[in-house]
């Protein structure tokens, strides 16, 4: 196996529930990464579609594979991945976890007795934890030579204080690890590492960061550090989502069960998979869409989607006591300028300026020079991230 920084390839694997996102990096010599592929593995049909990109996002497979068992499939991406190499040593596997509860709050690399803590963590998430989990027990047992890494997504936010992870229940329910964790961590730390060398000033102080994919949080950022998130005990809080709700009041769960009812898996099915901007407009989860749509319903699931953003941030901006640099990024937060405008119009009150040019250019600052808070584009990257953290973790 690899040491620290020789030169070799990390894989990245994300497993999802209806996906695995991969990333092999080049680590050269000096410890620089470079994704020189990146690739999905995504439900189609009866099968599954396999798609491969170079460096330069140039399409370098599209191919519908058979299997319909996890297990072989992975098989199958292991093989493929093992071609790509063409004999290039692997230096590690480094995979997200989506949660880590209260005792995983470092990248860690991965041995036996980790894997079956982690499998007892899976029922604080067990919609994304299973998941998470599979590719890397099926390689610790097809692979047992490979170094493999964790990297959780609840991590970066171990820096959040008390009174921003507390709910206000029975202590006992904190100690039994019922409290606000966040997440899209992986994301925020590469932001804030991002914009600390793009803006050293602004990272330094206190800024929001808004992941704005399919699943969507913000993080108050202050000298680069978690301080408070949308995001609690699991990924359905804060925002309106593609498909997830958001915050709801816990008393509407109450009355859906009781009166309405709904069963625990339909809540859960609800909440998850049939909220959020799909719910809201009956027609997408897809921003693309609703944005293109002339449907009022459309309009109606964007009204709420700017809503919630916009008053999240007032009460980050609160909780950070003044805001300096504000941060897009991800699918919605990277591409939709329609959508970063009326978020910043709403937020002039905190000294937001917007260059309208600029933001409908996609450029990298999109403040006007006098803004009293820099506003950012960042594209995110998860998988560099992760890479990062299997490159960095000494050798146990
Ligand atoms: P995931 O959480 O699945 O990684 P992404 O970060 O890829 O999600 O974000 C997906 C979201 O980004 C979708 O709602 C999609 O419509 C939106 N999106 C991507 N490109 C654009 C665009 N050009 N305009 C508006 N929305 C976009």
């Given amino acids: 196996m690899s040491g620290q920084g020789e030169s070799g390839a990390i894989l990245t694997l994300n497993a999802g529930s209806s996906s695995i996102k991969l990333a092999i990096f080049d680590v050269a010599a000096d410890g620089a990464l470079k994704a020189w592929r990146r690739g999905e593995l995504r439900e189609d ?9 170079d460096a330069q996002g140039g399409l370098l497979a599209d191919e519908i594979w058979a299997e319909t068992r996890f297990e072989a499939s992975l098989d199958h991406l292991l093989a493929r991945i093992d071609t790509e190499l063409a004999g290039r040593h692997l230096a590690g596997i480094g995979h997200r976890v989506v949660h880590g509860g209260a005792g995983h709050r470092m990248p860690e690399e991965v041995t036996p007795e980790l894997l079956e803590l982690l499998g007892d963590l899976a029922e604080l998430a ?19 030579g490979i170094r493999q890494v964790v990297c959780f997504d609840t991590a970066f936010h171990r820096t959040m204080p008390a009174v921003a992870t507390r709910f206000a229940l029975p202590r006992e329910f904190e100690r039994r690890g019922i409290r606000r964790y966040g997440f899209h961590g992986l994301s ?4 804030s590492r991002r914009l600390a060398m793009l803006s050293p000033r602004v990272h330094g102080g206190r800024v929001i ?60 099915r609800l909440l998850y998979t049939r909220a959020g901007l799909l719910g809201l407009s009956g027609i997408s989860n897809d921003m693309r869409v609703l944005l293109e749509s002339t449907e009022p319903a459309a309009a109606e699931a964007v009204d709420v ?67 009293g808070v820099e506003v950012r584009v960042i594209a995110t990257d998860e998988e560099a991230m992760i890479a990062e953290h299997v490159r960095d973790l000494p050798i146990a």
């Fill in 45 to 53: 049909g009866a099968g599954q579609r396999f798609r491969l990109k």
């Fill in 126 to 144: 067990p919609l994304h934890v299973p998941h998470n989990l599979a590719p890397i027990r099926e390689i610790a047992r097809t692979r047992p």
């Fill in 188 to 191: 925020y730390e590469y932001v």
């Fill in 209 to 268: 960061a808004a992941h704005l994919g399919n699943g969507a949080s913000m993080c108050a950022l202050k000298g680069g550090e978690s301080l408070d998130t949308t995001m609690g005990f699991t990924a359905l809080d804060g925002l309106v989502m593609g498909t997830r709700c958001g915050a709801l009041d816990p008393g509407a769960l109450l009355h859906l069960m009781r009166w309405e009812g709904l069963s625990i898996d339909d809540t859960e």
């Fill in 305 to 371: 989607f700017v809503h919630r953003i916009v008053r999240e941030a007032g009460a980050l901006a609160s909780v950070l006591g003044g805001l300096d640099g504000f941060v897009f990024t991800a699918g919605i937060g990277e591409n939709a300028p329609e959508i970063r405008e009326r978020v910043c119009e709403r937020l002039g009150w905190l000294g937001v300026r917007l260059d309208r040019a600029a933001n409908a250019d996609g450029a990298p600052v999109i403040s006007t020079p006098d803004s």
